[in-house]
């Protein structure tokens, strides 16, 4: 079965119906950010009849259920990452599901699943139990987002990489430059960089510290997600940055 990923505006397109097709023919990949952006709407002032928990209700009645899964939030799997406890490999094109615990009865072993927050977010959700800490998490969401300034995002990456780099012509040459910097800065550096970036700080010794002990490998082959997570806010320095605005 193929996996899908929806966002709130992909389900509002559909009616019950249609969301139950949905729930059959794909495995629907839930993020946690889903369920925050759905529930902002309880804080919005809308023009309409229906209240703000009747709309999010409705949007609770069509979400997948049965063959969709809820991963963890992106910055969780990065700190698994750094600390080598999760392999972007193991995934095998699946979603990251945590909360797996090895049990032995006896000569059988077996894994148990325990429910993670965002599980639980899930179960809460399809019950429409939207519950006063989920409105402070979507209140908090929406603050986030009109606080995010991205002139000093664009700024303090600028500033970390160096002013010596020509400013990219192209999206395709801003992608290369992004490569370039990636395999060709010092590589001790860069993984300093991209934790302060990251605001994961909390690992960051134990995360070098594991590096170094480890013969200091390419970070592209130990830490996939965390490369992958570091090219994007590189690239998007490149591209919408002011050097780049002309491209």
């Not at 995002?153 to 192209?170: D, E, N, S, Y």
């Not at 134990?206 to 170094?212: A, E, H, P, R």
């Amino acid at each position: 079965m193929p996996y899908l990923i929806f966002d709130k505006s992909s389900l509002e397109s559909l009616n019950i119906d249609e969301s139950v097709l949905l729930d059959t023919f794909y495995s629907c990949v839930i993020t946690p950010i889903f369920f925050v952006e759905c529930l902002a709407d309880l804080e919005k002032k809308i023009k309409s009849n229906s209240t703000p928990e009747q709309l999010v209700g409705s949007l609770a009645d069509r979400t997948p259920e049965y063959e969709s899964c809820v991963t963890l939030h992106h910055l969780d799997i990065l700190r698994w990452e750094l600390v080598g406890k999760f392999s972007l490999l193991q995934l095998k094109g699946g979603p990251f599901v945590a909360g797996a615990k090895s049990v032995q009865l006896g000569d059988q072993k077996g894994v148990i699943f325990q429910q993670t927050k965002e599980q639980e977010a899930m179960h809460r959700w399809t019950a429409r139990e939207f519950v006063d800490a989920e409105r402070l998490v979507a209140k908090w969401w929406r603050r986030t987002l009109t606080a995010i300034d991205f002139n000093a995002m664009v700024a303090t990456l600028m500033a970390g990489i160096g002013p010596h780099w020509r400013k990219p012509k192209t999206l395709q040459d801003a992608r290369e430059m992004t490569d370039i910097i990636i395999d060709h800065m010092d590589q001790e550096w860069l993984l300093g960089f991209g934790i302060d970036l990251f605001d994961v700080s909390d690992v960051k010794a134990q995360t070098v510290s594991g590096w170094v002990g480890n013969r200091r490998p390419p970070l592209r082959e130990c830490m996939p997600y965390f490369i992958f997570m570091l090219s994007i806010n590189i690239f998007f320095a490149w591209s919408c940055g002011p050097s780049c605005s002309a491209m």
